[in-house]
């Protein structure tokens, strides 16, 4: 076998670094624009962006935008508002779309295979097509809550949740990650006497952290960045989520571009912070999607 | 304790029979091994004993009790996998401890159990480890222990000892069997290394093709194994086999030769072996040795191993037929030397040509 000198070795050291930094700063770049431009004021923002100023924390810098975008968008509601239609939602898709999944993998039962294609081929159907259907039945779905029995479910937090809990996508993750346990654990538990809920609960979920983190990121940002669906369901400010508050910044001819750099600032730390909790996880899960260990 | 009983067990998978109906009593207490080459349904039949796999026809009783339809978790069984199998998120005492957990015993009881176990197991200072933490030799304590604590009616071996190196596997397979000695319980173990077999079972069940080919204690299968898989399955190096013509039959013996055989009078206790008919004879390796002259076989040695406490011959004989000669001493050969073999008749074997032989099983088996 050729040896690898070390100035090769060098060299390939320098050109991986190079592409790793190249691709780090195309990602970067923009979300330091984002920050960088919150903090100047319209003109210097729209002056700065022919230039590499526009990355840079110079000029008339404040934190004006800041206050102005707290002045025009209940921002601290919102972004409850998406921490609970988000979190409840994520909560709720991992338990459902686990078990859904276990019940794939682990019970034998008639029709199974059918019913999962049909189900990865729902992964094909973007939401947009069914947006206006849903709406319809959304309108007419009865509901018993704190106020009785009522027909119709817009301008709720629920019509925000329920129809994302169950999606093919994270029920064919976890399959797959399910799959890939061995096979041996469950039939164990199954001589030592555990029940179908027991081997799920005690056995299968806490090998599943590497499927439960990539489940929960992927859902997460996909209901946090969803706009058209709350803007069609809810007319309620006091439960409206953060994407929709956008709306409140681009109503008129001259879009305050800093405050809306300054927004996409604050609601872009929720992301960024559960994220960063749970990349570790994230990154050993699919790293480990190619590899069995 | 309890003793477990095959009747006319299969076991299909589609149109593919895997398990063609085998009957088989284990008795109360006994070790029973089941034994047989790859795919010969030996751990599905464990595991249709243990209830992970349904049974297509046929009954199974554990204890008196037809358990066809009866949950694995319903069985008195404890199974201990190849794997081993043990709770990677768990410590060692939650592991030891989970069946006990399940069946809701006080946190005394557990403790107690546990801790019993663990002495019987000399494993008491790994209670607190992770499974990631211990090696494959104590991993496998593990999965036993699980299995002991909950004192089941019916101990299932899937291969336990297949992971582990050869040095540590000789020493779990002497603590399996003091474990069965000490635990008399009925114990069903499944492997493909013949001398666990040998040296554990009270009873080999030798398996092929979903058949069962011979059941008896080890001596007497290897003494009298039935057919040609059994007799070259059982003992290592394989038994030596060489076409012979049947000359004369009288009662217990027949006078076979052939032209690599000198003429020689062999026991026969087998049916099918009649007076100028074909048959195949079988000599055990060690039932072989040298002699300077009047050898029944000739030939050249190819290769020698000397193993220190013993030397495995390769010979290659006149026609081209190689047979091995196992000598208990170490001694030193030169390949191409001349060499004459012999054996004592009454170690030999006659068995019905191949091909009849096969039929006869399938015969027998259906």
Known sequence: ?293 | MANVLLKGIKKSYGAVEVIKGVNIEIQDGEFVVFVGPSGCGKSTLLRMIAGLEDITGGTLEIGGRVVNEVPASERQIAMVFQSYAIFPHMTVRENVAFGLTIAGASKAEKAEKVAEAARVLQMENLLDRRPSQLSGGQRQRVAIGRAIVRQPEVFLFDEPLSNLDASLRLDMRMEIGKLHKSLDATMVYVTHDQVEAMTLADKIVVLKDGYVQQMGAPMDLYHRPENLFVAGFIGAPSMNFMDVDILSRNGDTARVSSNIVAEFAAPVWRDGIGSGRKATLGIRPQDLHPVDTGGVLEGTVTLAERLGTETVVDVALKNGTRVLASLAEDRVFEPGEAIQLGFNPERAHLFAPASQEEKLVAQTAA
Not at chain 1, 125 to 150: C, H, K, N, R, V
Not at chain 1, 202 to 220: D, E, H, N, Q, Y
Request: with cysteine; glycine share 6%.
């Open chain 1, 1 to 293: 076998m050729a040896s690898i000198s070390p100035d090769n070795h060098g060299l390939r050291l320098v050109t991986r670094y190079a592409v790793l930094t190249l691709v780090a700063v195309i990602f970067v770049f923009p979300l330091l624009f984002m920050v960088m431009s919150s903090l100047k004021p319209d003109t210097q923002l729209l002056n700065d962006t022919s230039s590499l100023r526009a990355f840079l924390p110079v000029g008339d810098i404040s934190l004006d935008n800041y206050s102005a975008a707290f002045e025009r968008a209940p921002i601290g509601a919102f972004v409850l508002n998406s921490v609970l239609i988000t979190g409840a939602t994520v909560l709720l898709t991992l338990f459902v779309c686990s078990l859904a999944a276990f019940s794939f993998v682990f019970l034998d039962w008639s029709g199974k295979a059918v019913i999962f294609s049909i189900l990865l081929a729902t992964l094909i159907i973007p939401y947009e097509t069914i947006f206006i259907p849903l709406l319809l039945m959304a309108s007419q779905l009865p509901w018993i809550g704190g106020d009785g029995f009522e027909i119709g479910w817009l301008n709720t937090y629920r019509v925000q949740i329920i129809p994302f809990i169950a999606d093919g996508l994270t029920i064919f993750l976890f399959v797959q990650f399910f799959r890939d346990l061995p096979r041996e654990l469950i039939e164990a538990s199954r001589v030592e006497g555990a029940s179908w809920w027991l081997i799920y609960r005690r056995i299968v979920m806490p090998l599943s952290g590497p499927v439960i983190a990539t489940a929960a990121i992927l859902k997460f940002l996909f209901m946090y960045n969803q706009y058209l669906w709350p803007l069609m369901v809810v007319q309620d400010e006091s439960i409206r989520p953060v994407m929709v508050g956008l709306g409140y910044f681009t109503d008129q001819l001259n879009v305050p571009w800093g405050e809306v750099m300054a927004y996409l600032t604050l609601i872009t730390v929720p992301v960024l912070a559960f994220y960063l909790s749970l990349q570790r996880v994230f990154i050993s899960s699919v790293a480990s999607t190619g590899v069995k260990g």
